[in-house]
Every structure is written in C-alpha cells, then in structure tokens.
C-alpha cells in the first residue's frame, strides 16, 4: 500500500503530464482532493502533504470532521448532492459547492451566506450527457441560470461541474463547449473560471477537455468502503 505522499505525489504528476500533452501549464488544474468515507486521520495525513483542497458529499460526516480538523486550513468543498432543508449548513461551513442545479437553491445559499463571510463560491452541477440517475440541471437550463446566480449578492458563480458516465469523452467536450457558451451571460464574467471536471477514471480526458479543477478520490486514498 502507497503512503498518501506518495499517492497524491503520483496524482500530481499525472496531471502535469496531460497538462504537458494538452500543451496547457500544469498550475491551471486544481486538484480537489475528495475524502468521503476516510477519516479524519487520512486527511490531516494528507494536509501534511500540503493538499489544502478537500471534497466531501455527506453534510454529517463534513461537520465533523471540520470540527476535528478545525486546527488545519482547509479549503472544504461540498460536491454532494444538495438538499433543500440543508443549505443553511452549507452555506456557513463550506468555501465552495459544487452541486447547485437550481435557482431556489442558490438564492438560499446566497441568503444564508452570513455577510462578514466572503463570496460562497459555486459550480452549477449540470446533467451533461442525459443520465436518469444524476443530478443535475439540462443543458438547455444552464443559459438562464447563469444570468440569474450570476446576479445573488453573497454567492460568486464559478463555472460548471459534471459526473459524465465513464469513458464518454463527448460529454466532457460537450462540457468545455458549454462553459465556453455561457461565459458572456454572467454578471461578471471574470469569476466564470472553473470546469470541475475529471474523476480518478478520466483525470487525463478531462484535462484535454479543459478541466481546471479534477475531483480525485480514489486515487488518492484507496478504495471506499462503504460498510464501515
Ligand atoms: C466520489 C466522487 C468523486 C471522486 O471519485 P473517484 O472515482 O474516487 O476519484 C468525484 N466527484 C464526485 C462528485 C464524487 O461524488
């Protein structure tokens, strides 16, 4: 078994080689580290690594490993699915969400963001290759959100981050095409900066596609297991 050192410096330089064959710099892909279901003590192992970038999905188990590593300074990233009743959370703990697919949503993220805080930053999740299962928003829905979270006072809207199933590389293009549509619709159109985009499966096809932020979990901290 791989220290984490060794498994994020692994990750790191993948990227930077399909930074290299994409003929792009390897400083504009953020690596998101995602620890779902790993604990506590594997993301300060990690932290010490220097990653400060890390994605969570379940709201309960990301309280309380913030309140654990309240000492660190961590980036936490919520990539799960968002839930009505729970954006208060969200809204106060976390630096980004990456899964807003609605406007009701956002408007109460914007709300709830206390105002001493900075910007919450978002991705709009969109349903980029038609999959029942997923979230996400329509592609034909994603113009007019863009000009309407674009305008919420307390959120900066981003860019776009989709799950495309595994090995559809048109999904991902479909996905640069589109983040590069809508870019003119934004309020301000400097933060519209961030593809988030890429899993341990399709790190290095994301980045050909123009992801600026890869989502890796596996990769990184082993396998999840769930029955824990
Ligand atoms: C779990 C998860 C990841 C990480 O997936 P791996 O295949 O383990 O790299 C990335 N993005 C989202 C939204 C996830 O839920």
Request: glycine share 6%; charged share 25%; proline share 4%.
């Amino acid at each position: 078994m791989n220290s984490l050192k060794e498994s994020r410096n692994q990750v790191l330089g993948q990227i930077e080689a399909a930074c290299q064959q994409a003929g792009r710099k390897a400083e504009t892909v953020q690596l998101l580290a995602v620890s779902k279901t790993h604990p506590s003590e594997a993301l300060r192992e990690m932290y010490a690594t220097g990653q400060r970038e890390f994605g969570e999905n379940y709201l309960q188990e990301a309280l309380e490993k913030m309140e654990t590593l309240a000492d660190l300074e961590i980036e936490w990233h919520f990539i799960g699915h968002v839930q009505r009743n729970k954006t208060k959370h969200l809204a106060e703990k976390f630096a980004w969400v990456h899964g807003v697919d609605r406007l009701i949503i956002a408007e109460r993220l914007s709300s709830q963001r206390l105002a001493t805080q900075p910007p919450l930053n978002i991705c709009l999740q969109v349903n980029i290759d038609g999959q029942d299962s997923k979230d996400g928003c329509q592609p034909e829905e994603v113009a007019e959100l863009v000009q309407k979270l674009s305008q919420l006072p307390h959120l900066r809207l981003r860019g776009i981050m989709v799950i495309p199933a595994p090995n559809n590389v048109a999904a991902l293009l479909d996905a640069q095409k589109l983040f590069e549509a809508v870019k003119v619709l934004h309020a301000h159109p400097e933060d519209w900066d961030t593809l988030s985009m890429g899993m341990s499966g399709d790190l290095e096809d994301a980045i050909a596609a123009g992801s600026t932020m890869v989502r890796i979990g596996t990769a990184l901290f082993g396998a999840r297991d769930y029955s824990k």
